[in-house]
């Protein structure tokens, strides 16, 4: 039986990601710290559905704890792993800038170091992000495209993780895959994130503060198909290239690492305004609309070129945005019982 390691188990995209892991076969041991950055019962309770799996195993910890890491892997020595445990959100980044030093590099240091040691043949998989891509107004984004323009702190930790990882990978020959996800949503999503606030908002006849006066695009990714992405991307490690001939145009395989950064999106930019859209008609309520000036931080649009992840795993994801926010709404008034 292959054995998975996966943090930020309790989080969104580690909750889906586990549920996957163990259809598949996998043991998976899942860590998360269980913060309180949004309302833990809900961290809770997609633990508690995974722990009815006898493959199963919880950890609660801090991944920027020195040691932990370190001896959840010496005793596991588990074949993936995939690193999803961060401080997410590009504005509550603007406002507690530490806790992503401390999640996001700190932790990332840690995992790097505990996997040199314990188990650097395991193919390391990390969770990065399309706000990498900062000010870059080329579209759709492609992973070989320069993104040295980040515009938050969060989206700075996570393009410094890309380099970290990179180090390692040369030095140490890890296997590591990176992949920059866009505005993922679903079932189980963060309160946070807009679907989930203008859900909440709308069955509660509030209004909806819509940035940028609704003049913004996303390429909103539906979290099983994301799932899907990262699960055919563990079957393909990068391999250290021995000439440039290995590497085909368009690959963001590294020169000199076994190093990859791949996008999962839905390669398809859709407006603000025509998600909103979806969510009015799968509730049946129009929303009350606050529009209002960009917030610092944030951009326009993202837009995903998903050329190499299709060439890679042949897999494209295909989830439209009114059936997936069908499915937020429906998991929503289940769980909440609106």
């Not at 997609?46 to 910890?61: C, D, E, G, M, Q």
């Not at 370190?70 to 504005?91: F, M």
């Not at 930019?269 to 606050?290: H, P, T, Y």
Request: glycine content about 6%; some cysteine.
């Amino acid at each position: 039986m292959q054995k998975a390691f996966v943090t930020g188990s309790a989080g969104f995209i580690g909750f889906h990601l586990c549920q996957r892991l163990l259809a598949d076969g996998y043991k998976v041991v899942g860590l998360d710290a269980m913060t309180d950055y949004y309302d833990v019962s809900l961290k809770e309770q997609r633990h508690a559905i995974l722990n009815k799996s006898p493959n199963f195993r919880a950890v609660i910890a801090r991944v920027e704890d020195p040691g932990v890491l370190s001896d959840i892997l010496k005793e596991e020595k588990p074949d993936l792993i995939v690193h999803l445990a961060a401080q997410a959100g590009v504005r509550y980044s603007i406002d507690e800038p530490r806790s992503y030093l401390e999640s996001n590099l700190i932790g990332v240091f840690e995992l790097l170091e505990a996997v040199r040691h314990q188990c650097p043949t395991a193919h390391l998989m990390m969770a990065s992000t399309s706000s990498a891509y900062g000010a870059n107004t080329e579209m759709p984004y492609a992973e070989t495209h320069k993104a040295d323009t980040q515009m938050s702190f969060y989206a700075a930790t996570k393009k410094a993780n890309e380099a970290m990882a990179h180090s390692y990978a040369h030095l140490y020959g890890i296997p590591i895959t990176m992949f920059r996800f866009f505005t993922v949503y679903g079932p189980w999503g963060r309160p946070d994130m807009a679907l989930f606030k203008f859900t909440r908002a709308i069955l509660n006849g509030d209004p909806i503060d819509i940035y940028n006066h609704g003049d913004m695009s996303r390429d909103f990714t539906y979290v099983t198909d994301l799932v899907e992405g990262i699960r055919l991307l563990a079957d393909v490690p990068p391999v250290r290239p021995q000439s440039a001939d290995d590497i085909v145009d368009g690959d963001s395989l590294s020169p000199v690492a076994p190093f990859r950064v791949v996008n999962i999106g839905n390669s398809e930019a859709v407006r603000l305004m025509d998600f909103v859209d979806a969510i009015e008609g799968a509730i049946g309520r129009e929303a009350k609309k606050n529009f209002m000036e960009m917030q610092p931080g944030d951009v326009p649009a993202t837009w995903a070129d998903t050329s190499l992840l299709k060439r890679l795993t042949g897999y494209e994801p295909k989830t439209m945005v009114p059936e997936g926010v069908k499915s937020f709404v429906d998991w929503y008034r289940e769980f909440y019982d609106v």
